[in-house]
C-alpha cells in the first residue's frame, strides 16, 4: 500500500506564491505551520495526481485524515500534525476543512457562480490563514478579515492557472455564470490566448476580488503579534499587485507569476509598509497614555 507521501509532487512551501513558512515567525511558531503546510500540501498532491483514480484519491484523502485523527499512523504527515496539535491544545478542525476542499477537488470539476466559489474558498484557504492565527494565539475576532485576504489568495491562484486547471485536470473555478454573461465557455481556456470575451471575463473577476482585499485591510492592525501583523502585510501586497496584473494582463499567454526577485522586491515593499504602519500605530497608542 503506497503511503500518502508517495504522491507528493515535489513541491515545498518555498514554491508557492505566498510566503507560507515565513522566516518572518518565531521557531515556536513556524514549525507547526511547516508541519501544518507539508499536511496540506501532501493532501493537495493527492488531489491533482495526474494517474490516480478518483477512487483512489478519495481513499488516501480518507486514510490521512485517519492519521491526522489517531486512528491509523500510516501517514507520517497525519501523524505528525496530530502530535503538534496535541501539545498545543489545538483542533483538527482546519486541517479536517482543507481535506473536505481537496475531496471537492476530486469530485467536482465546476463552480456555479461567485457564491459557489466562496463556499469552495471557505475550506480551500480560509482555514490556513485561521490556522496561523490559532497558532499565535490570536483572536477570534481576526477571522473575517483574514477570511477576506485569503479568498483573494485562492481566486487569485485559479485565474493565474486557470488553463492548467482546465488542460490538466478538466478543473474549472470560473464561475459557470461569469463565462456565460461574457458570452463565452469553459473550452475558450484551451486556447493559447483569451478571446475577448474570456478575457473580459477573468479581469472582471479579478476586479471583484477588490471588495475582499478592502474587508480585510483591516488585519494587520487587528493581530497582536508584531512578527504576525507584519507577514499580513507582505501578502496583502503581493495580493494588491497580483489583482492589478490579473486585471491587465491575459493569463492565458502572458506572465502573471512573480518571478523570484520580483517576489522578494514586492515582499521588501510590504515589509517596510507594515512596520511603519506598526510604528506608526505604537506612537499613536503612546501618546494616548
Known amino acids: 500500500m503506497n503511503q500518502a507521501a508517495d504522491f507528493r509532487s515535489g513541491k515545498t512551501h518555498r514554491d508557492e506564491n505566498f510566503p507560507v513558512a515565513s522566516l518572518l515567525f518565531r521557531p515556536e511558531h513556524r514549525a507547526p505551520i511547516v ?3 507539508e499536511f496540506v500540501r501532501t493532501a493537495d498532491d493527492i488531489s491533482d495526481h495526474p494517474t490516480l483514480s478518483d477512487d483512489a484519491k478519495m481513499s488516501s484523502l480518507d486514510r490521512l485524515e485517519k492519521s491526522l485523527l489517531g486512528k491509523s499512523d500510516a501517514d507520517a504527515e497525519g501523524v505528525a500534525l496530530r502530535k503538534v496539535l496535541s501539545e498545543r491544545g489545538m483542533p483538527t478542525r482546519h486541517a479536517q476543512d482543507l481535506l473536505t476542499a481537496f475531496r471537492m477537488d476530486v469530485t467536482k470539476r465546476r463552480y456555479r457562480d461567485w457564491d459557489d466559489l466562496i463556499h469552495y474558498c471557505s475550506f480551500s ?3 490556513v490563514g485561521r490556522y496561523v492565527l490559532d497558532v499565535h494565539g490570536e483572536s477570534r475576532d481576526t477571522w473575517p478579515a483574514s477570511d477576506a485576504i485569503c479568498a483573494v489568495l485562492q481566486i487569485i491562484n485559479h485565474l493565474q492557472d486557470c488553463q492548467k486547471d482546465y488542460r490538466s485536470l478538466d478543473r474549472v473555478y470560473i464561475p459557470q455564470d461569469a463565462l456565460a454573461a461574457a458570452g463565452t465557455s469553459v473550452t475558450a481556456l484551451d486556447a493559447s490566448k483569451s478571446s475577448p470575451e474570456l478575457l473580459a471575463c477573468l479581469q472582471g473577476l479579478a476586479r471583484r476580488t477588490e471588495t475582499y482585499l478592502r474587508e480585510g485591510d483591516p488585519l ?9 501583523a507584519l507577514w499580513v502585510t507582505i501578502v496583502q501586497e503581493l495580493a494588491q499587485r497580483l489583482v492589478k496584473i490579473l486585471q491587465q494582463r491575459d493569463p492565458l499567454s502572458e506572465n502573471v507569476h512573480f518571478g523570484k526577485p520580483a517576489f522578494a522586491g514586492v515582499a521588501l515593499i510590504g515589509l517596510l509598509k507594515g512596520g511603519a504602519r506598526r510604528l506608526s500605530g505604537r506612537s499613536t497608542s503612546l501618546q494616548g497614555v
Open 220 to 228: 494587520p492592525g487587528l493581530i497582536k503579534n508584531t512578527r504576525a
Open 35 to 37: 508541519c501544518f503546510y
Open 125 to 127: 484557504a480560509m482555514p
